[in-house]
């Protein structure tokens, strides 16, 4: 099983821009991977998935704003967050599942490998 390290996060202004980093310590090629988040007294949401095909999936609240892609070589996803919002102040989890070709629901019970997080926070 890989373990999942997250960077990149920190404090920005509003209409500001981050790239999220998740490395993983082996090989990502077999992996479903996803970027999650949870504000302070909320639930954790899911924002954006990607399969090993490389298709992508978003929360619809993020679409047009937040872009995930991977880099197998690398071992590593990202996520791409432009013009940021005070709500989008978080911490930001990625997490990976076997890709056994099946379609993965954008939920926290669907993944079972995840990092410890990058802290966002947004200022007005």
């Known amino acids: 099983q890989v373990q999942l390290v997250e960077s990149g996060g920190g404090s920005v202004q509003a209409g500001g821009s981050l790239r999220l980093s998740c490395a993983a310590s082996?090989?990502?090629?077999?992996?479903?991977m996803a970027w999650f988040r949870q504000a302070p007294g909320k639930d954790r949401e899911g924002l954006a998935q990607?399969?090993?095909?490389?298709?992508?999936n978003y929360a619809a609240p993020m679409e047009g704003r937040f872009t995930i892609s991977r880099d197998n070589g690398m071992n590593t996803l990202y996520l791409q967050i432009n013009d940021l919002k005070p709500e989008d102040t978080a911490m930001y989890y990625c997490?990976?599942?076997?890709?056994?070709?099946?379609?993965?629901?954008?939920?926290?019970?669907?993944?079972?490998?995840w990092g410890q997080g990058t802290r966002v926070t947004v200022s007005s």
């Open positions: 082996g090989s990502t090629n077999s992996l479903c």
């Open positions: 990607i399969d090993t095909d490389g298709n992508t």
């Open positions: 997490a990976a599942e076997e890709d056994y070709g099946g379609t993965l629901d954008l939920v926290e019970y669907e993944y079972h490998t």
